[in-house]
Nanobody
Framework: QVQLVESGGGSVQAGGSLRLSCEHPGYNNRRTCMGWFRQAPGKEREGVAVIDRDGRFSFGDFVKGRFTISQENAKNTLFLQMNNLKPEDTAMYYC???????????????????WGQGTQVTVTS
C-alpha cells in the first residue's frame, strides 16, 4: 500500500523550475522527520531536503540556495520548490518519512521507513 504519493516531476531546461508535491496520510505527525531524496542512475540515493516537526529544515550541500522545502499540514502535503535547475539535478525524486536520531539532509536514507514511488525530474542543457 502506497503511503506517500509524489507528483510534479517532469522535463525542464536548465535554469527552469519545478515544484514537487508529496501527499501523505498525516506523516508529519506520525514521524519526526519528512523529506526529499533523489537517486540518479548508477548513484546512491542522497538527501535533498528534510524538515522536522518543529519546521526546522536542512538541505544537501549541492542545493546552494536553489530549493525550498515546505509543508501544508492542513492538506497533508509536503513540497519541494526547485529553482535554477541544472542537468546534474536529473534524478528520481522520492518523498520519505522516518524517525532518525537527527533530521538532516545527510541522514542516511536507511533511517527513513516510509517511501513514495518517486517522480522523475529531467533537466536538459
Amino acid at each position: 500500500q502506497v503511503q506517500l504519493v509524489e507528483s510534479g516531476g517532469g522535463s525542464v531546461q536548465a535554469g527552469g523550475s519545478l515544484r514537487l508535491s508529496c501527499e501523505h496520510p498525516g506523516y508529519n505527525n506520525r514521524r519526526t522527520c519528512m523529506g526529499w531524496f533523489r537517486q540518479a542512475p548508477g548513484k546512491e540515493r542522497e538527501g535533498v531536503a528534510v524538515i522536522d516537526r518543529d519546521g526546522r529544515f536542512s538541505f544537501g550541500d549541492f542545493v546552494k540556495g536553489r530549493f525550498t522545502i515546505s509543508q501544508e499540514n492542513a492538506k497533508n502535503t509536503l513540497f519541494l520548490q526547485m529553482n535554477n535547475l541544472k542537468p546534474e539535478d536529473t534524478a528520481m525524486y522520492y518523498c520519505a518519512a522516518g524517525d532518525p536520531l537527527v533530521c538532516i539532509a545527510k541522514t542516511s536514507p536507511a533511517r527513513f521507513d516510509v517511501w513514495g514511488q518517486g517522480t522523475q525530474v529531467t533537466v536538459t542543457s
